[in-house]
C-alpha cells in the first residue's frame, strides 16, 4: 500500500482479556517499529524487528506484551491479561532499512481498556 | 538514554505569524524527524534532518549536530498548521541503537484565524 496502515483503528476491551493489534508495513520495508503513546506524551519504543526477528524487544514493558513478524511483512502486537494502564494509543512506523533511514507512522491503534 | 528536550511546550499564534521551535537533544544523533501530530493523532513526516538546512514550503529546518539542536520555523502559519510538533532522534550509539527514535514531548501550536 502507500503508507502504513493499522487495524483495527480503535479497540476496547475489558481488563483482563487479550488483544491482538495488526501493523502493515509500507511495501519492501524490512524495518519495522513498535511505539505507545499516552494522553500528553510524545510515543514511546516498544520493539523493533528487521525484517522477522525481533532485533530489539527492549521497550516491551512485560511479559504480556509480545510482537511477531513472521514473512517479514505484516506484524501483529499481542497484549495478555490487559491492564487498565495498557491504555494508549499503540503506533507503527516501518522504514527502508535501518533507523537511519526516515521513519513512517501509521494512523495507529486507540486501544481502551475498561 | 538520550534525552530530548522541546521548547516551548506550549504555544497560541494569530493567523500569518512566523515561529520557531526548539529541540535540544543530550548526545550525538544519525537520525533526527521532525514530525506534526494533526488533531486526529496521525503522525506526518515534516523532516529528515539529522544534519544542515532544509526547507518545504513554509517550513524550514536547520540542525547543527555539533551544538546538539534542531529548530523548526514556521512562517506564515495557517489554522491547518496547530497540532503538536515532535522532534525524535536516533543516537549515534554505534549500531546498538537500532534505530529506534526517542521523542520530545512535543510543542503545542494553536493558530488563530
Known amino acids: 500500500g502507500a503508507g502504513v496502515s493499522q487495524t483495527p483503528s480503535n479497540k476496547v476491551t475489558e481488563k483482563g482479556k487479550y488483544v491482538e493489534l495488526r501493523c502493515d508495513p509500507i511495501?519492501?520495508?524490512?524495518?519495522l517499529y513498535w511505539y505507545r503513546q499516552s494522553l500528553g506524551q510524545g510515543p514511546e519504543f516498544l520493539i523493533y524487528?528487521?525484517?522477522?526477528?525481533?532485533?530489539?524487544d527492549s521497550g516491551l514493558p512485560n511479559d504480556r506484551f509480545f510482537a511477531v513478524r513472521p514473512e517479514g511483512s505484516v506484524s501483529t502486537l499481542k497484549i495478555q491479561r490487559t491492564e487498565r494502564g495498557d491504555s494508549a494509543v499503540y503506533l507503527c512506523?516501518?522504514?527502508?532499512?535501518?533507523?537511519?533511514?526516515?521513519?513512517?507512522f501509521g494512523p495507529g491503534t486507540r486501544l481502551t481498556v475498561l | 538514554g538520550i534525552q530530548v528536550e522541546q521548547s516551548p511546550p506550549d504555544l497560541i499564534l494569530q493567523e500569518g505569524a512566523n515561529s520557531t521551535l526548539r529541540c535540544n537533544f543530550s548526545?550525538?544523533?544519525?537520525?533526527l524527524q521532525w514530525f506534526h501530530q494533526n488533531p486526529w493523532g496521525q503522525l506526518i513526516n515534516l523532516f529528515y534532518?539529522?544534519?544542515g538546512t532544509k526547507q518545504n514550503g513554509r517550513l524550514s529546518a536547520t540542525t547543527v549536530a555539533t551544538e546538539r539542536y534542531s529548530l523548526l520555523y514556521i512562517s506564515s502559519s495557517q489554522t491547518t498548521d496547530s497540532g503538536v510538533y515532535f522532534c525524535?532522534?536516533?543516537?549515534?550509539?554505534?549500531?546498538?541503537?537500532?534505530?529506534?527514535?526517542?521523542f520530545g514531548q512535543g510543542t503545542i501550536l494553536t493558530v488563530h484565524p
Open positions: 524487528f528487521q525484517g522477522t526477528g525481533a532485533a530489539d
Open positions: 511495501s519492501g520495508h524490512t524495518a
Open positions: 525524535a532522534v536516533v543516537p549515534n550509539a554505534g549500531g546498538t541503537s537500532y534505530g529506534k527514535l526517542t
Open positions: 548526545d550525538s544523533v544519525n537520525n
Open positions: 534532518i539529522p544534519s
Open positions: 512506523a516501518s522504514s527502508s532499512n535501518r533507523g537511519t533511514d526516515t521513519q513512517y
